[in-house]
């Protein structure tokens, strides 16, 4: 019973660091942690041992390993003498961890490395131009409004309405063909 | 402290009686040939770079209250299609603070352009929002960061040149990863296709 208990402890800590140092939620700190998953144990070694599983997660993830580099790093790491080793359990419940969140985490790592704004979102709409208050027929046919959604990590979006007409819009997707192209050309190679 | 300025365009007027006579003049000359309906909009970076190359240091708040206030006076002067003499006129009748020879580029220039101006106002659609004057692209490929040694991640960057409805040119950029990429060609595949059938 023990055992199990251990188990899901361990889990839930990992789980807890991914939450707060990735996964950006700003619910978890390191006192729910011990309060919810090791309530009996001392202030000193529950921070001990935080730490330990903090600074191993952030070695895996920082060299993005592979099934096999996560093996033989874990092998090292519970062969390890005096108190700077993990147990079994610990390799084990590490192991299980990353098997089931390397991509999120990997995810996030990404997000965070990107400074430029990304596209949050993207709504557009066709409409067809019939009068103007100017009588002109010059601007007629249809019209596309496009409104982008744009935005940093941690900032709010700021939104970019642009309005195209035919002519525009092939020219465009004349751009992104290229882009296409040169995508093909490069990430076949990877 | 120092005082507040009693009126914000008086400074406005300082700084455009700092340029050099021909400096004023070719940033008029790109303003007025954007009005008369030659180019697609007002391209500060532009103008900063020739205010730059001349030696005139001038914050980006500050070219751009320049650029404002002359857009502004010469699209009321096309409206009200008056003369070069009444255009002086109505800029001393605003602010005491006008050099002579500003003024004089300015009636010469508007002497010279400012019917072209006026006519090409009736012509001119107003009611838009911005439009996209020309798109730049970029294929990158994250390779390694202090937070992760090998991204590997390919994305497109997008530099989009925009004309909004004041006229003035502005940039806008962004990062896609290459299935946002394909979702955003998708996106404008399916706009071209129902533009077709409307």
Same mark, same amino acid.
């Given at each position: *019973?023990?055992?199990?208990?251990?188990?899901?402890?361990?889990?839930?800590?990992?789980?807890?660091?991914?939450?707060?140092?990735?996964?950006?939620?700003?619910?978890?700190?390191?006192?729910?942690?011990? !309060?919810?998953?090791?309530?009996?144990?001392?202030?000193?070694?529950?921070?001990?041992?935080?730490? /330990?599983?903090?600074?191993?997660? /952030?070695?895996?993830?920082?060299?993005? *390993?592979?099934?096999?580099?996560?093996?033989?790093?874990?092998?090292?790491?519970?062969?390890?003498?005096?108190?700077?080793?993990?147990?079994?359990?610990?390799?084990?419940?590490?192991?299980?961890?990353?098997?089931?969140?390397?991509?999120?985490?990997?995810?996030?790592?990404?997000?965070?490395?990107?400074?430029?704004?990304?596209?949050?979102?993207?709504?557009? +709409?066709?409409?067809?131009?019939?009068?103007?208050?100017?009588?002109?027929?010059?601007?007629?046919? %249809?019209?596309?409004? *496009?409104?982008?959604?744009?935005?940093?990590?941690?900032?709010?979006?700021?939104?970019?309405?642009?309005?195209?007409?035919?002519?525009?819009?092939? $020219?465009?997707?004349?751009? *992104? !063909?290229?882009?296409?192209?040169?995508?093909?050309?490069?990430?076949?190679?990877? | 402290? %120092?005082?507040?300025?009693?009126?914000?365009?008086?400074?406005?007027?300082?700084?455009?009686?700092?340029?050099?006579? @021909?400096?004023?003049?070719?940033?008029?000359?790109?303003?007025?040939?954007?009005?008369?309906?030659?180019? +697609?909009?007002?391209?500060?970076?532009?103008?900063? @770079?020739?205010? $730059?190359?001349?030696?005139?240091?001038?914050?980006?708040?500050?070219?751009?209250?320049?650029?404002?206030?002359?857009?502004?006076?010469?699209?009321?002067?096309?409206?009200?299609?008056?003369?070069?003499?009444?255009?002086?006129? /109505?800029?001393?009748?605003?602010?005491?603070?006008? =050099?002579?020879?500003?003024?004089?580029?300015?009636?010469?220039?508007?002497?010279?352009?400012?019917?072209?101006?006026?006519?090409?106002?009736?012509?001119?659609?107003?009611? =838009?929002?911005?439009?996209?004057?020309?798109?730049?692209?970029?294929?990158?490929?994250?390779? =390694?960061? @202090?937070?992760?040694?090998?991204?590997?991640?390919?994305?497109? !960057?997008?530099?989009?040149?925009?004309?909004? %409805?004041?006229?003035?040119?502005?940039?806008?950029?962004?990062?896609?990863?290459?299935?946002?990429?394909?979702?955003?060609?998708?996106?404008?595949?399916?706009?071209?296709?129902?533009?077709?059938?409307?």
């Amino acid at each position: *019973m023990a055992d199990v208990d251990a188990v899901k402890s361990l889990s839930g800590l990992l789980n807890g660091i991914a939450q707060k140092v990735y996964y950006n939620n700003s619910d978890i700190t390191e006192e729910l942690l011990k !309060t919810e998953l090791y309530p009996e144990l001392p202030q000193e070694e529950f921070k001990a041992l935080h730490e /330990k599983m903090k600074g191993l997660l /952030k070695s895996i993830a920082t060299a993005d *390993m592979d099934h096999a580099q996560l093996e033989a790093f874990l092998t090292a790491q519970t062969k390890k003498q005096g108190g700077g080793g993990v147990s079994a359990e610990q390799a084990a419940a590490l192991s299980r961890f990353w098997k089931s969140q390397h991509i999120r985490v990997r995810e996030s790592l990404l997000a965070q490395s990107r400074w430029e704004p990304s596209l949050r979102g993207l709504s557009w +709409r066709v409409d067809l131009q019939t009068a103007t208050s100017r009588g002109d027929a010059a601007h007629s046919g %249809p019209v596309a409004l *496009m409104e982008l959604e744009l935005g940093r990590v941690g900032q709010d979006s700021e939104f970019v309405c642009l309005e195209f007409d035919e002519a525009k819009i092939n $020219q465009v997707l004349k751009k *992104m !063909t290229e882009i296409q192209e040169s995508i093909d050309r490069i990430v076949h190679r990877t | 402290m %120092p005082a507040a300025e009693s009126c914000a365009s008086n400074n406005v007027v300082d700084n455009i009686c700092r340029l050099s006579p @021909d400096l004023l003049a070719e940033a008029c000359q790109h303003i007025l040939t954007y009005l008369q309906g030659q180019t +697609r909009g007002v391209d500060s970076a532009e103008i900063c @770079d020739r205010f $730059q190359s001349a030696g005139v240091r001038l914050d980006h708040e500050a070219l751009q209250d320049i650029i404002r206030f002359l857009l502004l006076t010469f699209r009321s002067g096309g409206k009200s299609n008056i003369s070069g003499d009444e255009l002086v006129s /109505k800029l001393e009748e605003s602010s005491n603070k006008w =050099s002579k020879a500003s003024l004089q580029v300015l009636h010469k220039l508007w002497s010279e352009h400012g019917a072209l101006v006026h006519t090409q106002q009736d012509v001119q659609a107003v009611l =838009s929002i911005g439009q996209l004057v020309d798109m730049q692209w970029k294929l990158g490929m994250a390779v =390694s960061s @202090d937070s992760c040694r090998s991204l590997n991640s390919p994305y497109v !960057t997008l530099l989009l040149k925009i004309v909004e %409805p004041s006229g003035q040119i502005c940039q806008r950029s962004f990062e896609m990863t290459i299935p946002q990429f394909q979702n955003f060609h998708k996106q404008f595949k399916e706009i071209a296709a129902v533009m077709e059938t409307v």
